[in-house]
Each structure stands twice: as structure tokens, then as C-alpha cells.
């Protein structure tokens, strides 16, 4: 079945990148997301990689996709405390647009 | 577009008590996901609706929970006899299949159930 890996915990200084690795299992994803959750709030959408790009670059955020390793990555530039919250990792089983499957959560703090 | 609202924002109720929680969905949205969060982790699919019909029950879903929309606009979350085992955060999600290919999910603010 499909299953996301993401490690748990990144602390990073004020002002410096930081990156949030997610690995997954399923081959024929073909969106992968990145959602942001603050305490007791809902996810926020962040970005989202379709499965035939590389590498995808929205402001601040860049997303990495490595197809053949299975692996993605977040890269946030220039970390801002209000950066800190839980970072998701989701991808989309099949042709896309259908019930996501979520990594547990990175948990970022940013050390002002 | 106001977003995906959820209704209530918290419930407290006591074991073995029925609750309903509701969704509304971002207005043009034809697919409407519930997933359920527990402490630690991520959200978990519960079941998904396109339009007014059921597409997809997980395993997760017991015959305890039922999920409704009536008329392919919000839909409600039920569950009977509710245990402990049930606090968590039920999340509502919405998405289009026109017009974005990307088919990104839309989440509202949750409702968080908490059984004594």
C-alpha cells in the first residue's frame, strides 16, 4: 500500500534554509503536495509538484522531486519564525484528484 | 470564495453519545473528503464524495460513522455510540475536477471531538 516517511523534528536559526524531506512509496503518484498546519488550525496549502517535473520554485519555497528515489523535498529560503509549524507531505495514489496519503509531519522551529 | 467552513469547531460529548459534524465546501467543488487527524500524526482518509455520491469508504470508516450529501453541496459526518477512541480532529476537504489539473485539495479548519 502507499506509504509516506518524513522525519520528524527540524529546528533551524532565523535566516537561514531550511529543508524537509519526504520519501514515498507509490509509484504512480502523480501530484505530490506540501501542506503547512499551525497549532489547532486546519492544512494550508503550500505547493504542489506534478510527477513529470523536477523541480518546481514558488517565491521562498522550492520543491525537489526525485522520481526514480521516490524522494521530494521543501526547501524554505530564509526562514522566518512565523515559518514555524508542521510541515506535510501528501501525494495523490493514482491519476490525482483522489483521497491524499499523508507523510506523519515534520515539526519546524526557527530559532530567532 | 470563502473557503471550506466546518461546523462545530469543537464538540465535547460523552461516551456513547451521537454527534454530527458539518461541511461546507468551497462553493464550485464537486469532491468532498473527510480525513481524520489524531495527535502526531496525519491526516487519515475517511471517505469521499463526488457530487452527492459515496465514491470511497476506507477501512478506517466502522459501521458506527456515516457520511451524507444530500444535495452535492455540504455534507455531514455522523457518529453513533462515539468511544474514546474517537477524539481527534475531523477534517474537511474539497477539490474541483475542472479547470485545475492539479486537483489541489482545499482544507477547512477541522473540528476537534473530544470524548469523555
Known amino acids: 500500500g502507499e506509504d509516506v516517511e518524513q522525519s520528524l523534528f527540524l529546528s533551524v536559526r532565523e535566516g537561514d534554509s531550511s529543508v524537509i524531506n519526504c520519501t514515498y512509496t507509490?509509484?504512480?503518484?502523480?501530484?505530490l503536495y506540501w501542506y503547512k498546519q499551525e497549532p489547532g488550525a486546519g492544512l494550508q496549502l503550500l505547493t504542489y509538484?506534478?510527477?513529470?517535473?523536477d523541480m518546481k520554485q514558488d517565491q521562498r519555497l522550492t520543491v525537489l522531486l526525485n522520481k526514480k528515489d521516490k524522494h521530494l523535498s521543501l526547501r524554505i529560503a530564509d526562514t522566518q519564525t512565523g515559518d514555524s509549524a508542521i510541515y506535510f507531505c501528501?501525494?495523490?495514489?493514482?491519476?490525482?484528484?483522489?483521497?491524499?496519503?499523508f507523510g506523519k509531519g515534520t515539526r519546524l522551529s526557527v530559532i530567532a | 470564495d470563502t473557503g471550506v467552513s466546518q461546523d462545530p469547531r469543537h464538540k465535547i460529548t460523552k461516551r456513547g453519545q451521537n454527534v454530527t459534524f458539518r461541511c461546507d465546501p468551497i462553493?464550485?467543488?464537486?469532491?468532498l473528503y473527510w480525513y481524520r487527524q489524531t495527535l502526531g500524526q496525519g491526516p487519515e482518509f475517511l471517505t469521499y464524495?463526488?457530487?452527492?455520491?459515496?465514491?470511497?469508504k476506507s477501512r478506517l470508516l466502522s459501521d458506527r460513522f456515516s457520511a451524507e450529501r444530500p444535495k452535492g453541496s455540504f455534507s455531514t459526518l455522523e457518529i453513533q455510540r462515539t468511544e474514546q477512541g474517537d477524539s481527534a480532529m475531523y477534517l474537511c476537504?474539497?477539490?474541483?475536477?475542472?479547470?485545475?489539473?492539479?486537483?489541489?485539495?482545499?482544507f477547512g479548519p477541522g473540528t476537534r471531538l473530544t470524548v469523555t
Open positions: 476537504a474539497s477539490s474541483s475536477e475542472d479547470g485545475t489539473p492539479s486537483y489541489e485539495q482545499y
Open positions: 507509490d509509484s504512480s503518484s502523480t501530484y
Open positions: 509538484i506534478f510527477s513529470n517535473m
Open positions: 501528501a501525494e495523490s495514489p493514482n491519476s490525482g484528484n483522489t483521497p491524499l496519503v
Open positions: 462553493s464550485e467543488h464537486n469532491r
Open positions: 464524495f463526488q457530487n452527492e455520491a459515496q465514491l470511497e
